[in-house]
């Protein structure tokens, strides 16, 4: 028959001799191992011997699992007879066939040795590993459980809490047993006293008999959870308290000592420090996270739109305090100053920011066939129609219509469109059954509307509708600084989309577009830089790349006329307006002009 192995060690029971039979053998604190140790620094699960063929093979189960074999630290190890191991502070002996009495006289009287071989005390590699666990990035509500496993397998606890302290709150972000099991965040679980004496004192508290403590004893937290042995200790971060630990064992008494407590102390100074970082490091990665969620949705102060110039944070403001509103919006501005990425951005910060946001152009679309895109038609309305359309009030219900130069309307559909802002329905081109539509309409151009009205060429009715809030947008040639804040966001955003070297602009570049006048505005800095991103060889734009003709010459800022003659008729209607107390009547005779135009510019000023 083949030899039976044993393992003989001695525990305060006397001399365990157990014959190793199966085919794989548990060692551990745990009663579930055949080869169960009362040994605070062995894990519960800390070992196994498997039988491989004629051989018996020792392997470590966990990584802070210590197995000392012969005086040397093994993982995997194949056992010969006679091999002396030593397990947390428990000496074995691996012996082939029945110890001999010499053999267990010689473990009986060998005493119970503290887990310290060759001069370290394999509890601090659990700290070296813990701590290495910490700083391999983990996030907070994981740490907390490394922390907390780490303190109940350093200590040999049969449960613990870690108690994180917020402010005037105390929270229990992790609570486990030995066995690494999650037992709930009831704070009943723990004493209140001893926790609210170590956050008073900032001092560890080590208790091996709590119910007959003199000074705790009595504590109704203490007698309801019928307390044997507690240790809490503060963890600290310079002069803060961030937290305890609190572990214990309701079944010994007296299982903590001094040196538990030392240790412990060494731990949760550097314990301390690790969660606070990790503390300082959420927090962080949830800033970066509101950030990177902000610039998604665009949801800050510009939202997608980008500006620090003072009118365009006077836009912004004006959004913001009208996206919870129905209220319609009339955008104006010159071509390519971005009309429609105002109502874009109006739509994203609404209640509607879910629903549809539909565009439409007004002027690109044939007089003809502008009425049925907008409000669609009936099948065989016409020569074409062979089959029911929805139009873009109906694509849009519910959410946010677009209209763009809407100063292109004819005459014929903005009785349409009027009758349809007033009474909330449309009815398609041939069938003349009304349908509900519950649209929030942006409208915008780059006409003065006043004047088009003045001219009969737009309904004044209308234009109150369309202009209950009114945004300007100034051109680019008057923002600042803005042009270069624009010009670096368009390169970024080109450069994933275009090869190209040129990752800036030079300084000459910069210059150029500061003074530059920009008929096209927005647009055609956007064709310019995508032209040169392209066809660019160097690591910065030039003036040339640009289209500036090679000079850095800065170009005069001249105004078109038209915008010339209205900023200083504007600044004159003011200043009349103040000098008659903002009397429209008086200020019309005054300036010998329709009372109706200075109505107009109040309600501009009104805006503004």
């Not at 085919?23 to 191992?33: A, E």
């Not at 519960?44 to 966990?62: M, T």
């Not at 309305?381 to 100063?407: C, H, M, P, S, Y």
């Not at 660019?536 to 003036?543: A, I, K, R, V």
Request: glycine residues 8%; proline residues 5%.
């Amino acid at each position: 028959m083949p030899a039976v192995p044993y393992l003989t060690y001695s525990s305060d029971d006397g001399v365990q001799r157990i014959e190793i039979t199966r085919k794989l053998t548990g060692i551990g604190s745990s009663p579930d191992n055949k080869v169960h140790i009362a040994d605070p620094a062995i894990l519960p699960h800390h070992c196994q011997v498997l039988r491989d063929g004629k051989n018996w093979v020792l392997s470590s189960l966990d990584r802070e699992a210590l197995i000392m074999v012969n005086g040397k630290e093994r993982r995997h190890y194949k056992l010969q007879d006679g091999d002396l191991l030593m397990l947390g502070g428990t000496e074995l002996a691996w012996s082939v066939d029945e110890p001999t009495s010499q053999l267990q006289t010689t473990m009986s009287s060998r005493p119970r040795v503290p887990a310290v071989f060759g001069g370290r005390d394999p509890r601090f590699d659990k700290l070296v590993r813990f701590s290495e666990k910490l700083l391999a990035g983990m996030g907070l509500s994981d740490v907390f459980k490394v922390l907390l496993d780490s303190v109940i397998s350093l200590t040999g606890a049969s449960k613990g809490f870690l108690i994180h302290i917020s402010g005037d709150r105390m929270v229990i972000p992790a609570a486990r047993n030995v066995d690494r099991v999650d037992i709930g965040s009831d704070p009943s679980q723990v004493s209140d006293s001893v926790v609210a004496r170590v956050i008073k004192e900032r001092k560890p508290i080590i208790i091996s008999d709590a119910m007959n403590d003199t000074i705790l004893g009595q504590s109704r937290s203490v007698v309801d959870l019928q307390l044997k042995s507690v240790m809490c200790v503060p963890l600290q971060a310079k002069d803060s308290l961030i937290g305890v630990l609190y572990v214990g064992n309701e079944g010994l008494g007296a299982l903590f000592g001094p040196d538990d407590l030392e240790l412990l102390k060494v731990f949760a100074a550097q314990a301390g420090l690790i969660l606070q970082n990790a503390l300082l490091l959420d927090e962080l990665r949830v800033e970066n996270l509101d950030l990177a969620r902000d610039l998604q949705a665009g949801s800050g102060l510009g939202g997608a739109m980008i500006g620090g110039h003072q009118r365009m944070l006077d836009v912004f403001r004006t959004l913001d305090k009208i996206a919870p509103t129905d209220i319609s919006l009339l955008v104006t501005g010159e071509t390519g100053t971005g009309k429609e990425l105002v109502a874009r951005e109006l739509h994203s910060r609404s209640n509607r920011r879910d629903k549809p946001f539909v565009s439409i152009n007004c002027g690109a679309i044939p007089e003809n066939l502008l009425e049925s895109e907008l409000f669609g038609h009936k099948k065989g309305a016409f020569t074409g129609a062979v089959a029911d359309k929805q139009g873009k009030f109906e694509d849009a219900n519910t959410g946010t219509l677009f209209l763009d130069e809407i100063g292109e309307m004819p005459m014929n559909l903005q009785v349409k469109l009027l009758r349809v802002l007033q009474q909330r329905e449309i009815e398609r081109v041939g069938e003349g059954k009304p349908r509900p539509v519950d649209i929030r309409v942006v409208s915008a151009t780059n006409k003065i509307l006043a004047d088009e009205i003045a001219s009969g060429r737009f309904r004044e009715d209308l234009f109150y509708r369309l202009n209950e809030i009114h945004v300007e947008l100034p051109p680019l040639r008057d923002r600042g600084d803005d042009v270069v804040l624009i010009a670096q966001h368009i390169l970024a955003r080109y450069k994933k989309l275009y090869p190209g070297k040129a990752s800036g602009f030079s300084s000459d570049s910069v210059d150029a577009m500061r003074h530059y006048v920009w008929p096209g505005n927005i647009r055609q800095m956007e064709n310019r830089i995508k032209k040169g991103l392209v066809l660019s060889d160097g690591p910065m734009l030039t003036p040339a790349d640009l289209g500036f003709g090679g000079t850095n010459k800065p170009q005069r800022r001249w105004k078109p006329l038209n915008d010339a003659r209205e900023d200083w008729q504007t600044r004159y209607i003011k200043e009349c307006l103040e000098a008659h107390e903002w009397n429209k009547a008086a200020t019309a005779r005054a300036l010998d002009v329709d009372p109706r135009t200075i109505f107009r510019y109040v309600e501009k000023f009104k805006d503004d």
